[in-house]
């Protein structure tokens, strides 16, 4: 299994950022896909979700300012980040888990190595 993660950057509050998520080595259709954060010294954050049949799912600190999709014929998923505030600044990785998860992190079975995305004026 391989995930790829591009797409963060620096970016101003209330800016954007797509972040995508390039997947190998399994079958990609099947599987849920998740992204989630982490802020050096924190616990790390479940992020987003979706299905294999493309149902979302959004922790409360990102709901309304972030959106999860899939394309299965390019094994990529992707989260595209609106408004973002300072609070949002991390790594962000994407994983990979059983269709069906309740997005518990010990659900995941494989990480990226994370993206960084810095909000800061």
């Known amino acids: 299994v391989q995930l790829v993660e591009s797409g963060g950057g620096l970016v101003q509050p209330g800016g954007s950022l797509r972040l995508s998520c390039a997947a190998s080595?399994?079958?990609?259709?099947?599987?849920?896909m998740g992204w989630a954060r982490q802020v050096p010294g924190k616990a790390f954050e479940w992020v987003s979700g979706?299905?294999?049949?493309?149902?979302?799912y959004y922790a409360d600190s990102v709901k309304g300012r972030c959106t999860i999709s899939r394309d299965n014929a390019q094994n990529t998923v992707y989260l595209q980040m609106n408004s973002l505030k300072p609070a949002d600044t991390a790594v962000y990785y994407c994983?990979?888990?059983?269709?069906?998860?309740?997005?518990?992190?010990?659900?995941?079975?494989?990480w990226g190595q994370g993206t960084q995305v810095t909000v800061s004026s």
């Open positions: 979706i299905y294999s049949d493309g149902r979302t």
């Open positions: 080595g399994f079958t990609f259709r099947r599987y849920a």
């Open positions: 994983g990979t888990a059983p269709d069906g998860s309740s997005w518990s992190l010990t659900d995941f079975r494989s």
